[in-house]
């Protein structure tokens, strides 16, 4: 068990305009085809890394920020038994919202996090060098799986499942059609990768807590820059070792969780020196930033209704202007929510 983490009262202006940055791009890359801005840093990628990707981990990054004060709260109210167990109601419906609303490709964001957020309930009252090793230790096992396993081929689209060819073991877990028809961010095992970034937003709530700026740049810088370096390494090839390996959400092995975890922390190194030092403020982010889950299922239901109609190509200005309408209705939403004090949360 830990030692007492202190409950910070000083709240990081960053952190706030960091959470409403991730739903700004995550708008963004979500209407992309609605407004015809279908350019390759804004899609994902099978084989390289976009600035797409940097969104969702970035989402897992805040949920573990999140998740840590959360749990430090709950367990001092109500004890650290009923705390677990709410946490893990919490995730679970999350993971069930998610069933709902991917019909058909179910591994996207919401069930990442959700599946990642069960998975490091039993490590959250642990110290910050355990959650660090099991980070490691998660990624490592989802590797070993891609590399000694047939998950590795079906995940890098080399073969495809059938149920004839399934071995047993998968085929006697329920709904295994449903749970491995499509390989995108990981597949069912991909929680294992993404929980490397909701850890480390896990010790960045600890390193806050501390109230030592100095501590906080220099631990963001230093493992943002080696998590960097590591992931790169990772993805080149090794002569008479090992092969390429792609920085790519797609697959989810090793190279992307390490990539992505450092350059979240860069990015929390970013905002921290704007908004927190420089005193520099994006309008509206803070607002969209307090009900992420809301303007995300309603951003889903827009868009989903958006695809029942066949929407011309536009030019590129018209497209841009349709994407600032896009995000101003959905600040103005945002706005009125926070003015009003309402958070939807579940």
């Known amino acids: 068990m830990e030692s007492t983490v202190p409950i910070t009262k000083k709240r990081l202006v960053s952190l706030d305009q960091l959470r409403g940055y991730a739903i700004f791009g995550m708008l963004l890359v979500n209407s992309k085809e609605l407004f015809s801005l279908e350019y390759i840093q804004i899609s994902h990628h099978r084989d390289f890394f976009t600035y797409a990707d940097t969104i969702a981990p970035l989402f897992m990054f805040v949920v573990g920020i999140g998740m840590r004060l959360s749990w430090l709260r709950r367990s001092e109210q109500v004890g650290v038994s009923a705390a677990r167990v709410s946490m893990f109601k919490r995730f679970g419906l999350m993971t069930l919202i998610a069933f709902a609303i991917y019909t058909g490709w179910l591994w996207d964001a919401l069930m990442d996090i959700g599946l990642a957020g069960m998975i490091a309930i039993p490590l959250i009252d642990k110290k910050p060098r355990t959650r660090i090793l099991a980070a490691f230790g998660l990624v490592a096992l989802y590797q070993a799986l891609c590399l000694f396993t047939f ?3 079906w995940i890098m689209r080399e073969v495809q499942l059938e149920e004839n060819s399934m071995p047993l073991l998968i085929r006697l877990i329920p709904l295994h059609g449903e749970l491995f028809k499509v390989a995108i961010n990981g597949g069912p095992f991909g929680p294992l990768s993404w929980c490397m970034m909701l850890l480390f937003g896990t010790v960045v709530y600890d390193w806050i807590a501390l109230g030592n700026e100095r501590h906080l740049l220099l631990s963001c810088l230093g493992w943002g820059l080696g998590l960097c370096v590591a992931g790169y390494l990772l993805s080149m090839e090794w002569s008479g070792l090992k092969s ?6 797609y697959y989810m092995t090793a190279p992307f969780p390490l990539w992505a975890t450092g350059l979240c922390l860069l990015q929390l190194l970013i905002f921290y020196l704007f908004c927190d030092r420089l005193h520099v403020k994006i309008p509206t982010f803070a607002a969209v930033g307090m009900n992420p889950l809301f303007i995300y299922i309603a951003q889903s239901l827009v868009l989903d209704v958006a695809e ?3 929407i011309p190509h536009v030019p590129v200005v ?3 202007a349709g ?7 959905f600040a103005v939403v945002a706005v009125g929510m926070q003015r009003k004090n309402i958070m939807i949360k579940i």
């Open 318 to 320: 018209l497209g841009i």
């Open 151 to 153: 998950y590795g081929p």
């Open 323 to 329: 994407f600032v309408l896009f995000y101003g209705l």
């Open 308 to 310: 029942g109609f066949e």
């Open 244 to 249: 390429a390996w792609p920085i790519s959400a």
